[in-house]
């Protein structure tokens, strides 16, 4: 059984429009604009997050009212990079939850996904907390969104798991929430502190996880191997294509 979590991107239509001419244009305007996030992500390696859109213009070769005709304002272009960074996020998250493994190396392998990408792309997960752009304040929360998402699913995923066992799965709502909040603070705190190495707050987190869950199943009188795999495998799919609605489907 597999949780699908999906979402749209903005101006994805999802079709073409039956105008070659104009799916030809739509086209590369749509790998423009790709071009110029990832510019924007170089920029922002090397200015950090109170960069402007000149330095994003500067790392894309190209003059600012160029850029301007891909992006509206500086909050397009901050949604851009948030569904980038989203994209970035969920090919390395999801592909670490779903492995057919142990319940202790997937959540070791699942929380080092996590801990790899705000390491290489520290400035792009600050810019993204703190919601602002160019001095400018943004009011999508795209970190929000994203930690809702990965919540819900994770949520769902864990009630299919105490269900299986037959364990009142009514707060595997709670634990998903729990969980995707601790790692969330975890990280913020370590990427702006760094008082010890990403094996090290993995493997810290990791245990305190296991531990919690292991608790939580032995009160109900059950008892897992945390390094052998389950019979009952169950994986998440993110995906950026479609709505945050969760769907379920038996593979």
């Known amino acids: 059984m597999a949780d699908r979590v999906k ?5 994805d239509t999802g079709a073409g429009t039956g105008d070659a001419r104009r799916d030809r244009w739509k086209s590369h305007r749509a790998a ?9 992500l170089r920029a922002l390696a090397e200015h950090g997050p109170d960069l402007g859109m000149e330095h994003v213009a500067a ?4 003059t600012k009212p160029v850029l301007y005709r891909h992006f509206t304002d500086k909050a397009d272009l901050f949604v851009a990079l ?4 989203t ?23 699942s929380l080092d996904a996590f801990f790899s990408i705000i390491e290489e792309y520290p400035n792009l997960y600050r810019l993204l907390v703190r919601s602002t752009f160019a001095d400018r304040k943004i009011d999508n929360d795209i970190v929000a969104e994203d930690k809702e998402v990965i919540a819900n699913a994770l949520a769902a995923l ?32 370590w990427l702006e502190r760094r008082t010890m190495s990403r094996d090290a707050v993995v493997e810290y987190l990791t245990m305190t996880i296991w531990a919690a869950i292991d608790g939580t199943m032995r009160g109900y009188g059950v008892t897992i191997d945390p390094h052998k795999p389950l019979d009952l495998n169950k994986i998440i799919t993110l995906s950026t294509g479609d709505t945050a609605a969760g769907q379920r489907s038996d593979p």
């Open 7 to 11: 979402r749209h991107s903005p101006g």
């Open 32 to 40: 423009r604009r790709e071009e110029f996030v990832e510019a924007a």
């Open 59 to 62: 790392a894309a070769g190209v």
């Open 82 to 85: 948030g569904h980038r960074g």
């Open 87 to 109: 994209e970035i996020l969920f090919e390395r998250l999801i592909p670490a939850m779903s492995r057919e493994e142990a319940p202790l190396p997937r959540i070791r392998r």
């Open 158 to 189: 864990l009630g299919d798991y105490m269900r299986a066992y037959q364990i009142d799965s009514g707060g595997a709502e709670i634990w998903g929430h729990g969980i995707v909040g601790m790692v969330q603070n975890v990280g913020e705190w």
